[in-house]
């Protein structure tokens, strides 16, 4: 349990409010495998790729030699270190670690190294004899990419460089080739003399470049270039070769700090070829603080835990997994032995144990209390509701609390305020009755407990008034087909594909044309009245869907044919509401990012962050912190039909949530692992309502503005209402602002804030929100000291509302000795020792 002791901030009363102030700091100043074991591994060598076909005379495959540990990748040996022969080297040559084509057949690349351990892989070469011709498509724009020539730093600009431009990362091959071939009078390239080429003798250094010099005259890449150009500088074709995906070598390695490993890239075509294309990838390292790659893919580790690197090659994306264990000499017994109660503590010990971690003991029974109060249902637990739990039986205690916070009112007000930022329900951007509509819409699905594919395909679906179908609002925020799609994806599979809407995506592999294939879905809703302006505006209207009409594509000026993300297309003349089959591929169990999107919000709620972090944030290239993890608690949502109270309670009975916050010395240092829980600081809403519990007060939200109205509409809640039950973000509110709330203006958990500032920590000292609170003649102290109740007893009941325990005898003792030193003045006295507890970390954080 934290133990947070404010009194020796007292004992110099002079400079108490500045000693205060200084207290309230503190408030801020806070690969799950079964086969990989924690004891000494068998080393053997493996040569990647084990097998490989080259094509044509110019095949070439890139190896890479690793040491392995019960059969999984390690650290990749020093090819200098090794003796590599090929057994016929009239059909594959080992050169540099390159293995090349020489001719038509099969041979073995044997390694060797010192120490008699020897690897061998198998090369086939077929087609040497033929003519090879380099692709625009699948080779020059390969080599564009890779010296970064349309990036957005060069010719990729939206107004490229130089009068030159190209597409994005090389999304639209039709117009590069025409910007290279035919434009400027096709002086851009020579085929008579390709080194006279602009093309090469700009990046080459022949000729000035602002980009200076990308490209070697002795490269291979530079070869390529000049071969495609003598060839006739073919343009691309309908019959190109199509890239169907890439994989990477290894997958999953097992490093240590300070080992290297090397990333292989495969291009897989559709023709069936498996190309080599490690040197046109481009890496990046998902955590830095892990292990870091370089441009040729070579990984350095760093530090422990668990790390991928994104490859990128053709607008394909692929994940190469880095597993580093920590540097702690622990027992297999210690995770053998660990509590147990469903799938979520299997696969979490099971990655703890990989990687070396030991779990923190349970915490107690009062922190379970507090911690998954606030975190069910956003409020402190009531006194008559903590003398109930301590009542139960110890081992029923914390099953029956579970079942109390699922099935109170107060669970409804808190996740349909948390689903309302989702849906972005604002008052600057919806008429009032709209505002309310979409609210009490939400809250009763809520209350009712309706499945989650079942409210989005409500929303995605709706039609109808404004005022009579809230969910129709959505429509109302999003009034473009581009804003639906990329509000749709964002909120609910947690996919920002906004970038493809100029070009490719450059970290995903969403296209140009999935994103208006999408989009055209959105493309026949309608709406039709407003209702005027001001305070006599009702802001009504009324969606409907036409049964003609598409979204034109501005880069080729004609419909994309509408389609789900990675799902066929839809009949273009089809007159029937197109967002039909769009809702039910959306919520279908077989959407891989639907389930996982929801399941990783609700996880980040428990435990302070998503398996996933951003928590929308689901692409391909941002890896899961426990992969199995997040898919198995995905599954048992789809298991459970969608019903956000199964995963809940799954998430609540767990002994991974239970455990205690105080980090042991071996587990200290990570922080997204899960081996102990992560105290974090209430969200603003939770944390004014629990000041305002714990005193007794309420807090006036009756002032709420529209912007361009020349009113405030007083009337709009009622005296008492709590911050959790704000349904419209335009409520005016400085601590609620100053603290992070989300102003949901867009789609983006990134609107909440829960960084630290000082304007937070002089707030709390000496803004307009807690000491009015503390000077209310009705508040708990004020009626306490009124009622007779001695010192101990409300210093005990303080501590017992705002902390859930009673108070140390050091805490007691102390906090009686500061009443002391104010003399008659009890009453400011008390107020001191209630603002003490109201700012002090164990408090504000939920641990």
Not at 48 to 61: F, K
Not at 486 to 512: D, R, V, Y
Request: net charge negative.
């Amino acid at each position: 349990m934290l133990r947070l002791d404010p009194v020796p901030l007292f004992m110099n009363f002079p400079s108490l409010r500045l000693m205060l102030m200084r207290f309230t700091l503190s408030l801020f100043g806070l690969l799950a495998l079964n086969a990989f074991a924690v004891h000494a591994f068998a080393v053997e060598l493996r040569v990647y790729p084990e097998a490989v076909t080259l094509h044509g005379p110019e095949g070439q495959q890139r190896i890479s030699v690793v040491t392995t540990r019960d059969g999984y990748a390690s650290a990749t040996v020093d090819l200098a270190d090794l003796q590599i022969e090929s057994t016929d080297a009239s059909v594959a040559k080992v050169s540099g670690g390159v293995v090349f084509a020489v001719g038509n057949g099969e041979a073995t690349i044997t390694v060797s190294a010192d120490d008699g351990s020897r690897a061998t892989a198998t090369v086939s070469v077929v087609g040497a004899g033929e003519s090879h011709e380099w692709s625009f498509r699948n080779d020059v724009q390969s080599v564009l990419a890779k010296q970064g020539c349309n990036m957005g730093a060069c010719h990729g600009a939206l107004a490229g460089k130089g009068g030159f431009r190209l597409s994005l990362r090389g999304y639209d091959s039709d117009s590069d080739y025409a910007a290279i071939a035919l434009q400027a009078r096709g002086r851009r390239i020579e085929m008579g003399d390709p080194g006279q080429s602009l093309l090469l003798a700009k990046p080459t250094g022949a000729l000035p470049h602002k980009g200076g010099l990308k490209l070697d005259v002795n490269s291979r890449d530079y070869e390529v270039l000049a071969q495609w150009i003598a060839s006739g500088a073919k343009a691309p074709s309908d019959e190109d070769a199509t890239l169907e995906h890439i994989s990477v070598m290894p997958e999953l390695a097992l490093l240590a700090p300070e080992e290297h490993s090397q990333v292989l890239v495969s291009a897989h075509y559709d023709d069936g070829r498996v190309v080599d294309v490690t040197h046109w990838s481009q890496f990046s390292a998902t955590d830095e603080a892990v292990a870091s790659v370089e441009a040729d893919g070579k990984v350095t580790v760093r530090g422990s835990g668990e790390s991928a690197v994104l490859v990128w090659f053709g607008s394909k994306v692929a994940l190469a997994r880095m597993t580093v264990p920590y540097q702690n000499d622990i027992s297999t017994d210690e995770f053998d032995e660990a509590p147990r109660k469903n799938f979520i503590d299997e696969l979490n010990l099971q990655q703890l144990a990989t990687l070396k971690l030991p779990p923190s003991p349970t915490c107690s029974d009062d922190e379970f209390l507090r911690r998954a109060t606030i975190d069910c249902i956003g409020r402190l637990p009531r006194a008559e509701e903590i003398e109930q739990y301590r009542d139960q039986p110890e081992s029923t205690r914390r099953d029956w609390l579970i079942e109390h916070l699922l099935s109170s009112e107060d669970y409804v007000d808190y996740w349909a305020y948390k689903w309302s930022d989702m849906l972005v329900i604002n008052g600057t951007r919806l008429r009032p009755i709209a505002v309310k509509t979409y609210y009490q819409w939400v809250h009763q699905r809520v209350r009712d407990n309706m499945p989650w594919d079942q409210l989005v395909r409500e929303v995605l679906t709706a039609k109808g008034r404004s005022d009579e179908n809230g969910a129709t609002n959505f429509y109302a925020l999003n009034q473009s087909p581009e804003e639906m799609t990329e509000s749709a994806c964002q909120a609910f599979m947690g996919l920002s594909i906004g970038c493809a809407k100029c070009h490719n995506h450059p970290l995903e592999k969403w296209t140009n044309d999935q994103y208006y294939a999408m989009a055209n879905l959105f493309a026949r809703v309608r709406a039709k009245g407003w209702g005027g302006d001001g305070r006599n505006g009702d802001g009504l209207r009324t969606l409907y869907v036409v049964t003609d009409g598409d979204l034109i594509q501005p880069k080729n000026g004609k419909p994309q044919p509408p389609a789900p993300l990675d799902a066929p297309s839809l009949a273009i003349d089809d007159p029937n509401d197109r967002r039909e089959p769009l809702a039910q591929w959306m919520t279908s169990p077989e959407n891989p990012y639907f389930a996982r999107s929801i399941t990783n919000r609700i996880w980040a709620n428990f435990f302070g962050r998503g398996l996933v972090e951003q928590v929308d944030d689901l692409r391909h290239s941002n890896p899961a912190s426990n992969e199995p993890l997040l898919a198995a608690a995905a599954e048992h949502l789809i298991d459970a039909k969608f019903d956000l109270k199964q995963l809940m309670r799954a998430i609540m009975r767990s002994e991974t949530y239970a455990r205690s916050s105080v980090p042991l010395a071996m587990n200290r240092s990570e922080e997204k692992y899960m081996s102990r829980y992560y105290p974090r600081r209430m969200m603003a809403e939770v944390l004014l309502d629990s000041i305002d519990q714990v005193l007794g007060t309420s807090t006036d939200f009756t002032r709420l503005a529209f912007p361009g109205a020349d009113y405030q509409d007083t009337d709009f809640y009622e005296k008492g209402t709590r911050a959790i039950e704000l349904y419209d973000a335009a409520v005016d509110s400085y601590f609620l602002k100053t603290f992070g709330r989300n102003p949901r203006e867009i789609v983006c958990e990134c609107e909440r804030s829960q960084e630290p500032s000082m304007v937070q920590v002089l707030h709390m000292s000496n803004g307009e929100t807690i000491n009015p609170k503390l000077a209310d003649e009705d508040n708990f102290v004020n009626r306490a000291i009124k009622e007779g109740k001695s010192d101990i007893e409300i210093i005990e009941a303080l501590f017992e509302r705002a902390l859930v325990r009673k108070p140390t005898d050091n805490e007691l003792e102390n906090m009686l000795s500061i009443i002391a030193e104010y003399g008659d003045d009890r009453k400011t006295a008390m107020q001191d020792v209630a603002w003490s507890v109201l700012t002090s970390t164990e408090f504000t954080f939920n641990h």
